[in-house]
């Protein structure tokens, strides 16, 4: 085993904010054997490194080397270019990952959204191409807008034809998924009838349950309050797939993604692992503003 791992255990866990108490509880070992493990003293076995990896959501490759793209390739954008008035994009290339978080940056106008429709092929580039290497129509999920709710339902029949639709209704508990999305008190409401703050909350709910490789999302968060925003992005943590996210709440980058693109001036300006930037005892936000200057 590298000797990395150590670290990245570490790490992993201060990220969540596990104590070493709990994480021992989490895996049935001693919290001196969680020490020994940070000091590289001794290592853990295979099911306790599966299940470390299963705590933390990420890969044995991650675990043992920092490897972030043990996972299949499922999405590569070449060359990419696109000009409005002004060129956007220009030769834009980025290759998504199985499980990568990634979350997409730039300031206001840096062609963010453009990517984002491009991957969606809502706008088609001038020059270059977006290879998926799956099936865009059932492995691709978008952030669900309001005004894609069933406005005539109520709460809770509209996600039981949502878990329908996507072949999860056995496997999912409604009133785990309302109680999740504080929506409990809603269930039996007409959509039509819930506030914006609970129509987002149900709409991203929506979103999360379809399975998928890849799911798009475009500042998730805005408009939740901070109750909701720190449940939502511990839901995301646990779905399977990739996500890249269009968002600029750095605490959340820091916690919940792998990786940060930052778009500027038309090119992907930096291409970064958030395992390396943290181990340059750099913050997300500290990172981006050096970058983005
Ligand atoms: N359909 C369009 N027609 C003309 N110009 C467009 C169109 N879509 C985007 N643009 C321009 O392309 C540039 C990039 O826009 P884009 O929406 O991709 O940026 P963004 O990074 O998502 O910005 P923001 O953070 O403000 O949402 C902007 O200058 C915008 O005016």
Known sequence: MENIFKSQLSALRQKK???QELLAQKLFVSRQSISKWENGESEPNIDKLISISEIFSVNLDFLLAGHTHGDALILELKNLNKSFKNPVLKDVNLSIYGRDRIALLGSNGSGKTTIVNTILGNIIPDKGSVVKHFNAQDDLSVMTQENCLIASLKVREQIALSLKIYDAYSKINIDDLLKKFRLTEQSEVIVDQ????????????????????????DEPTVGMDLESIDLFWDYLDHVGGSVVTITHDFNQIDNYFTRV?????????SDESVANIHSNNQTIEHWYRLMNQ
């Open 17 to 19: 904010h596990l104590s």
């Open 194 to 217: 819930l506030s914006g703050g609970q129509k987002r909350r149900l709409a991203l709910l929506l979103t999360l349950i379809k399975p998928s490789k890849l799911l798009i999302l």
């Open 261 to 269: 693109v930052l778009l500027k001036d038309g090119v992907i300006k």
